[in-house]
């Protein structure tokens, strides 16, 4: 090929060889190359979220016929070629964002209104401990038109008919808002996730709940009567195993986790258990595999096995279970992504293709990204993903040791299978722990050794004893089942409670740059895609981005977008504790900055005169903050405002400001607030002109679809 004579070319020139050493390791790589066709969806997906501004509606279809022309048109076996190829795929992913937010948005309120009469149909029904939380579909809400009336609510309600069913209208007087957004700039963007779900938006009821009717349609029908049978499962499931036991082991058969108490599931959120939970690719995977292998063993007794297919046979059943399995859990968003992984396994089965490859999952994710591109910003496609590329990377790389083991007696077959379900465990926390970093800031220290234990107990013992309680049920004997079901249960439940008592079972971990969320990402799966040398190059990017939450900056002072809560850093010190304003107000947002800055709890600021080294003079109107030779005021009230503006380098006001402040390089108040959201402020260890940089949630969001509309700031 011409690639390879490039490089003969390039060789014995001495700036030349490190390109063509490149070059080479690259062309040897050829197989692996499909494998980044879904990186390179998701590097289109990630580059329209990180648009300042939503782009012209056209821009992603204009793109893919010129560089498909490319692809097609260049040479074979030219770089040109690869070149179009990677732009359509790049193309393609920035198309498929742009579609499905397009299609899938919804008006978001532009501001709190209630309590005002809503009206709508239920789709989703949530039942908590003490409350209800109700999600309505096309809404009427007074004193709103059509166009400014999102598509779907959400709501939590006090007190609710108990035969409520999916489909039901019902009618009730609520306070609704917009969904918030982040609580500081960088954090979870709810509003993001609820556009995407079609929420625009979220507040609770004021009084009971009214079912005015019932919608008749074949399509209520079913989801009504899907929605009854996971109703009476969870039901039988907790008659038939009391205590936390019933209730974990309905959330595992239908998703149901209303009945967890918040000390169970602490403890598995300590000990890196949480995950068993909820409903992901581990259950779907484990069921399906389940029903194969007992499918194919019955099968295997007859003389069917001389004659017939009954490897595709059982790969069938497994599908079909899975779908069912998918339909009785809700089939929420996250169980639908397991359910294409799974079922494209099994798939491969039927074609007599290798049911579990990199291809196979590139397929996957190819197809996920497709149709949920949203879904690459979330915890679960990554998390999920993850796991699944570590675990494939060990399959290939001992996949002759493990071909021959094939012929193992049974008793052999049980103590590979639980030993393959511990390296499972082991690996997947490895790949998801730089995720649990990320999105939840912490990491749970022991969740090896509680993974160790949890999983291959849940693959061998409780998710086979959840099918079998299954199909007993309708003989009424899923008693037999569930009762040894709650005994493995119980000894999870155990696991998780001892582990998270063990000293230093949580890492918290401050906030991580998303910057290094990508090269970590992109790292990793240099890392486990190629196969030659020069994939280990990615290792110290890989060190860098998981060490990099404790070498960034970190903001000297917070304020929220309502003007409820402020902090500032007790010193100039990185590690230094934030003080708040207050200990109660906007609790969501106080616990957001506190676990993004690993700290405990709120300590406050003084009350009256200095504090923490003199750095910091407060009194009933706000604060004085000096630092680096620069001078921040926190003003609390508009009487401090006429001697703040004349000393202060940076102004914060939690009220409007009207007024001129001359000395001021900066000013942030209650107006700034509201139309760009949370702020952080930074100060620079040279201090000077240049010592203060401002940060916001619009700044960092810009103007999308999912952000509210607000006018630009005013300048000062």
Same mark, same amino acid.
Request: net charge positive.
């Given at each position: 090929?011409?690639?390879?004579?490039?490089?003969?070319?390039?060789?014995?020139?001495?700036?030349?060889?490190?390109?063509?050493?490149?070059?080479?390791? &690259?062309?040897?790589?050829?197989?692996?190359?499909?494998?980044?066709?879904?990186?390179?969806?998701?590097?289109?997906?990630?580059?329209?979220?990180?648009?300042?501004?939503?782009?012209?509606?056209?821009?992603?279809?204009?793109?893919?016929?010129?560089?498909?022309?490319?692809?097609?048109?260049?040479?074979?076996?030219?770089?040109?070629?690869?070149?179009?190829?990677?732009?359509?795929?790049?193309?393609?992913?920035?198309?498929?964002?742009?579609?499905?937010?397009?299609?899938?948005?919804?008006?978001?309120?532009?501001?709190?209104?209630?309590?005002?009469?809503?009206?709508?149909?239920?789709?989703?029904?949530?039942?908590?401990?003490?409350?209800?939380?109700?999600?309505?579909?096309?809404?009427?809400?007074?004193?709103?038109?059509?166009?400014?009336?999102?598509?779907?609510?959400?709501?939590?309600?006090?007190?609710?008919?108990?035969?409520?069913?999916?489909?039901?209208?019902?009618?009730?007087?609520?306070?609704?808002?917009?969904?918030?957004?982040?609580?500081?700039?960088?954090?979870?963007?709810?509003?993001?996730?609820?556009?995407?779900?079609?929420?625009?938006?979220?507040?609770?009821?004021?009084?009971?709940?009214?079912?005015?009717?019932?919608?008749?349609?074949?399509?209520?029908? &079913?989801?009504?009567?899907?929605?009854?049978?996971?109703?009476?499962?969870?039901?039988?499931?907790?008659?038939?195993?009391?205590?936390?036991?019933?209730?974990?082991?309905?959330?595992?058969?239908?998703?149901?986790?209303?009945?967890?108490?918040?000390?169970?599931?602490?403890?598995?959120?300590?000990?890196?258990?949480?995950?068993?939970?909820?409903?992901?690719?581990?259950?779907?995977?484990?069921?399906?595999?389940?029903?194969?292998?007992?499918?194919?063993?019955?099968?295997?007794?007859?003389?069917?096995?001389?004659?017939?297919?009954?490897?595709?046979?059982?790969?069938?059943?497994?599908?079909?279970?899975?779908?069912?399995?998918?339909?009785?859990?809700?089939?929420?968003?996250?169980?639908?992504?397991?359910?294409?992984?799974?079922?494209?396994?099994?798939?491969?089965?039927?074609?007599?293709?290798?049911?579990?490859?990199?291809?196979?999952?590139?397929?996957?994710?190819?197809?996920?990204?497709?149709?949920?591109?949203?879904?690459?910003?979330?915890?679960?496609?990554?998390?999920?993903?993850?796991?699944?590329?570590?675990?494939?990377?060990?399959?290939?790389?001992?996949?002759?040791?493990?071909?021959?083991?094939?012929?193992?007696?049974?008793?052999?077959?049980?103590?590979?299978?639980?030993?393959?379900?511990?390296?499972?465990?082991?690996?997947?926390?490895?790949?998801?722990?730089?995720?649990?970093?990320?999105?939840?800031?912490?990491?749970?220290?022991?969740?090896?050794?509680?993974?160790?234990?949890?999983?291959?107990?849940?693959?061998?013992?409780?998710?086979?004893?959840?099918?079998?309680?299954?199909?007993?049920?309708?003989?009424?004997?899923?008693?037999?089942?569930?009762?040894?079901?709650?005994?493995?249960?119980?000894?999870?439940?155990?696991?998780?409670?001892?582990?998270?008592?063990?000293?230093?079972?949580?890492?918290?971990?401050?906030?991580?740059?998303?910057?290094?969320?990508?090269?970590?990402?992109?790292?990793?799966?240099?890392?486990?895609?190629?196969?030659?040398?020069?994939?280990?190059?990615?290792?110290?990017?890989?060190?860098?981005?998981?060490?990099?939450?404790?070498?960034?900056?970190?903001?000297?002072?917070?304020?929220?977008?309502?003007?409820?809560?402020?902090?500032?850093?007790?010193?100039?010190?990185?590690?230094?504790?934030?003080?708040?304003?207050?200990?109660?107000?906007?609790?969501?947002?106080?616990?957001?900055?506190?676990?993004?800055?690993?700290?405990?709890?709120?300590?406050?600021?003084?009350?009256?005169?200095?504090?923490?080294?003199?750095?910091?003079?407060?009194?009933?109107?706000?604060?004085?903050?000096?630092?680096?030779?620069?001078?921040?005021?926190?003003?609390?009230?508009?009487?401090?405002?006429?001697?703040?503006?004349?000393?202060?380098?940076?102004?914060?006001?939690?009220?409007?400001?009207?007024?001129?402040?001359?000395?001021?390089?900066?000013?942030?108040?209650? &107006?700034?607030?509201?139309?760009?959201?949370?702020?952080?402020?930074?100060?620079?260890?040279?201090?000077?002109?240049?010592?203060?940089?401002?940060?916001?949630?619009?700044?960092?969001?810009?103007?999308?679809?999912?952000?509210?509309?607000?006018?630009?700031?005013?300048?000062?």
């Amino acid at each position: 090929m011409r690639q390879e004579a490039a490089i003969g070319a390039g060789e014995g020139r001495g700036v030349a060889r490190p390109l063509a050493w490149l070059a080479g390791e &690259f062309l040897a790589e050829r197989s692996r190359w499909p494998l980044w066709l879904p990186v390179l969806l998701g590097l289109g997906i990630g580059g329209y979220f990180l648009l300042p501004m939503e782009p012209p509606v056209w821009l992603g279809a204009a793109l893919l016929p010129p560089f498909l022309g490319l692809a097609i048109l260049a040479g074979q076996g030219s770089a040109l070629r690869l070149l179009g190829i990677a732009l359509v795929a790049v193309a393609l992913g920035f198309a498929a964002a742009q579609l499905r937010t397009a299609t899938i948005g919804t008006p978001l309120l532009e501001k709190r209104i209630g309590p005002a009469a809503v009206q709508g149909r239920v789709i989703e029904i949530e039942a908590r401990a003490g409350d209800w939380r109700l999600t309505l579909d096309r809404p009427v809400l007074a004193r709103l038109s059509p166009e400014q009336t999102p598509r779907r609510i959400r709501f939590t309600a006090r007190a609710a008919p108990d035969d409520l069913r999916l489909g039901d209208i019902v009618r009730v007087r609520a306070v609704l808002r917009p969904p918030p957004g982040p609580a500081a700039p960088g954090a979870f963007d709810f509003q993001r996730h609820a556009f995407f779900e079609g929420i625009g938006g979220v507040g609770y009821a004021v009084g009971r709940v009214e079912r005015v009717a019932g919608e008749a349609s074949v399509r209520a029908d &079913f989801w009504i009567a899907m929605d009854e049978l996971r109703r009476l499962v969870t039901g039988r499931i907790r008659a038939a195993v009391p205590g936390e036991a019933g209730a974990v082991a309905a959330a595992l058969v239908t998703g149901d986790r209303a009945a967890i108490s918040e000390e169970t599931l602490e403890a598995m959120r300590g000990s890196g258990l949480s995950h068993l939970l909820s409903i992901s690719g581990l259950h779907m995977t484990l069921v399906a595999g389940t029903v194969f292998f007992c499918v194919r063993f019955l099968l295997a007794l007859t003389p069917l096995a001389l004659s017939r297919p009954i490897k595709k046979w059982a790969a069938l059943a497994a599908i079909l279970a899975a779908f069912f399995y998918l339909l009785l859990s809700g089939a929420t968003v996250p169980t639908q992504r397991s359910f294409v992984m799974t079922g494209l396994v099994f798939a491969a089965v039927l074609i007599d293709r290798v049911a579990i490859s990199f291809r196979l999952i590139a397929w996957a994710a190819a197809i996920v990204m497709l149709i949920m591109p949203e879904a690459l910003l979330g915890p679960s496609f990554q998390m999920s993903f993850a796991a699944v590329l570590m675990l494939i990377a060990f399959y290939e790389a001992n996949r002759d040791r493990l071909a021959s083991q094939r012929r193992a007696g049974p008793l052999r077959w049980i103590w590979l299978y639980a030993l393959g379900l511990a390296i499972t465990s082991v690996l997947a926390t490895i790949g998801t722990t730089p995720y649990s970093a990320y999105h939840f800031n912490q990491v749970a220290v022991y969740g090896t050794a509680a993974n160790m234990v949890a999983v291959p107990l849940t693959g061998i013992w409780v998710m086979p004893l959840g099918v079998l309680a299954l199909l007993l049920m309708p003989l009424g004997l899923e008693g037999w089942a569930l009762t040894p079901m709650g005994w493995g249960i119980e000894a999870i439940i155990e696991t998780g409670r001892v582990v998270a008592a063990w000293p230093g079972a949580v890492l918290a971990v401050p906030a991580m740059p998303d910057l290094a969320l990508a090269a970590l990402s992109l790292g990793g799966l240099w890392l486990l895609l190629w196969r030659r040398p020069w994939r280990h190059a990615a290792v110290p990017a890989i060190i860098l981005a998981m060490a990099s939450p404790w070498l960034v900056e970190r903001p000297a002072l917070l304020v929220d977008d309502e003007g409820k809560l402020a902090a500032i850093r007790a010193g100039p010190a990185r590690d230094a504790p934030l003080l708040f304003t207050s200990g109660v107000a906007a609790r969501f947002t106080g616990d957001v900055w506190l676990r993004r800055e690993t700290q405990e709890r709120r300590r406050l600021l003084p009350r009256s005169g200095m504090g923490v080294d003199e750095g910091i003079a407060c009194d009933r109107l706000g604060c004085i903050v000096r630092r680096d030779g620069l001078t921040l005021a926190l003003a609390r009230d508009a009487a401090a405002l006429p001697e703040d503006c004349r000393i202060a380098d940076l102004m914060v006001s939690l009220v409007p400001v009207r007024r001129r402040c001359p000395s001021a390089r900066a000013v942030i108040d209650r &107006f700034d607030l509201w139309r760009d959201g949370a702020h952080a402020v930074y100060i620079d260890l040279g201090g000077g002109p240049q010592g203060i940089r401002l940060d916001s949630v619009r700044a960092r969001r810009g103007d999308r679809p999912w952000t509210p509309v607000r006018p630009a700031s005013r300048r000062r």
